[in-house]
């Protein structure tokens, strides 16, 4: 919740971010795998560096805050969601090590 900014309001908002938490370690350890490398299998296992350790923290935080909406992280525009910016989804992708979208 530190990445967040707020604490967690009720024991559901403890649980979310657990399950989000570990959704995005799940991610970003087979994104890693796709590109060719070889991090500890073992769930329990740290991220292998800082850079990747970040790239997770902010794709679980874009998981936390898209609860309750439809593909995308809540916001008061209109009372909908709002997808992901695609320079964040990049600087997650950049964290992890992994190549970058392709352009056109």
């Given at each position: 919740m530190r990445a967040a900014g707020i604490s967690p309001a009720a024991t559901f908002d403890?649980?979310?971010?657990e399950d989000v938490t570990d959704a995005a370690e799940v991610w970003a350890r087979n994104q890693r795998v796709a590109?060719?490398?070889?991090d500890d299998p073992d769930a329990a296992a740290e991220a292998p560096n800082a850079a990747v350790k970040h790239g997770t923290v902010l794709y679980a935080l874009n998981l936390y805050r898209s609860r309750g909406t439809y593909g995308?992280?809540?916001?008061f525009e209109g009372f909908g969601a709002v997808e992901l910016p695609a320079?964040?989804?990049?600087?997650?992708?950049?964290n992890l090590g992994v190549p970058r979208m392709?352009?056109?």
């Open positions: 403890v649980e979310w971010l590109a060719g490398y070889a995308g992280a809540a916001a320079p964040v989804f990049a600087q997650v992708l950049s392709a352009i056109g």
